[in-house]
Every structure is written in C-alpha cells, then in structure tokens.
C-alpha cells in the first residue's frame, strides 16, 4: 500500500488520478482537485478536504473517517461504501452524490 499520510498536498491537483488501496490519512488536501480521480478502497482518515473538488469522482469503498469535508464541492461523485464517521460535510455540495451503503456514523450534516 502507497502511503501519503501526514503530507501537505493544499491546492494540488490530482484530477483524473488513480489512487487505489492508498493511505492518504491526515493529510492537508485543502482547495486540492480530486475532479474525476479514481481513489476506490483508499483511507483518506482525518485529512482535510476544505474547498476541494471531487467532483465526478469516484472513491468507491473510501474511509473518510473524521475527514473535513467542509465546502467541497463533491456533485455527482461516487461514494458507494464509504465509511464517513465522524467526518465534518458541512456546506459540501452533495448533489447527485451517490451514497448507496454509506456509513455516516456521526457525521456532521451538509447545509445548502
């Protein structure tokens, strides 16, 4: 498993990546671009995804655990099976977000 864990990685731009089976936990992602990245079955546990995008993107099966998420724009992603406990999606925008067998566990709500 590739490990990113602990990095600043602010506005990098990580749009139609693949980053599969990958441990990105505790990680600085504010204002990063995820658009149409592909990140199925990685840990993104305690990073920070302040205004960043993930817009279109695919992170089937992700561990968002205690992951802020505040004011991404995450329309139309596709988040089968993530684990969002605790995580913090205030103001994220989440429509067309797929969330079929999400785990939300004590996860702060989104407000438009």
């Known amino acids: 498993m590739r490990s990113f864990d602990t990095c600043d990685l602010s ?10 089976r990958c441990s990105v936990e505790a990680v600085l992602l504010v ?4 658009k149409d990245a592909h990140c199925v079955n ?3 546990a305690r990073s920070n995804f302040a205004n960043a995008t993930l817009k279109t993107a695919v992170v089937d ?21 993530c684990v969002l406990h605790g995580a913090d999606v205030s103001r994220a ?12 566990l004590n996860t702060q709500r989104a407000t438009k």
Do not use: E, Y
């Not at 506005?11 to 693949?18: I, V």
């Not at 925008?93 to 939300?104: A, E, H, T």
């Open 11 to 20: 506005n990098t731009k990580f749009s139609s990546a693949r980053l599969h």
């Open 31 to 34: 204002g990063a671009d995820f």
């Open 42 to 44: 990685t840990s993104f």
């Open 61 to 81: 099966g992700a561990n968002f655990t205690n992951a802020v998420l505040t004011d991404a724009d995450m329309r139309k992603a596709k988040m089968s099976g």
């Open 93 to 104: 925008k989440l429509s067309g977000v797929d969330l079929s067998k999400v785990d939300i």
